[in-house]
């Protein structure tokens, strides 16, 4: 018994260690395969039904138990809308871009309202259409 509990505590020295080590390599392995594991899921949930009931499910319960946060980055991304607004945009033509969006596209800003490197502004000419799965995917990422 006492061999076992040694050979356990050695383990997880070791364990802890290498930790730094392993997720740093785990972080750079999911940093450049990125396209190549999302395809993986995406075939794996398309493929397990079940598995993606399962993972809404989870959505779900994490947006009911995190309203409160979900409430932040709503009204953190409303005020940089409302910064990036400019006194002389089209306020009517912004609005009917998004009345007039088709089903299953999203508004997106073609130059983001807020990256690290640039930051657009929320006028007509910075909207496009783009399927929601594009704009995802896309995030605030600008690539010229």
């Known amino acids: 018994m ?10 997880l020295r070791a364990y802890y260690k ?16 990125r396209e190549k ?17 399962k993972l809404r499910n989870r ?29 002389w945009a089209n ?6 871009i998004y009345l007039n ?3 299953g596209y999203h508004v997106d800003h073609i130059t983001p309202l807020t990256n690290k490197n640039v930051c657009g502004l929320h006028i007509e000419s910075n909207l496009q259409y783009l399927p929601a799965l594009e704009n995802h995917k896309k995030s605030n990422k600008f690539t010229l």
């Open 101 to 103: 969006c088709p089903k």
């Open 91 to 96: 306020l009517e033509k912004i609005k009917q």
């Open 37 to 53: 594991l999302n395809l993986y899921r995406k075939n794996y949930l398309s493929n397990n039904p079940e598995q993606k009931q």
């Open 18 to 33: 290498n930790r730094d080590a392993i997720n740093e390599k785990s972080r750079n392995y999911h940093k450049s395969n």
């Open 59 to 87: 959505i779900k319960k994490w947006r009911l138990k995190n309203k409160n946060k979900i409430n932040f980055y709503n009204s953190l991304y409303r005020s940089r809308k409302k910064q990036a607004c400019p006194k």
């Open 2 to 11: 006492i061999d076992q509990e040694k050979k356990r505590q050695r383990w």
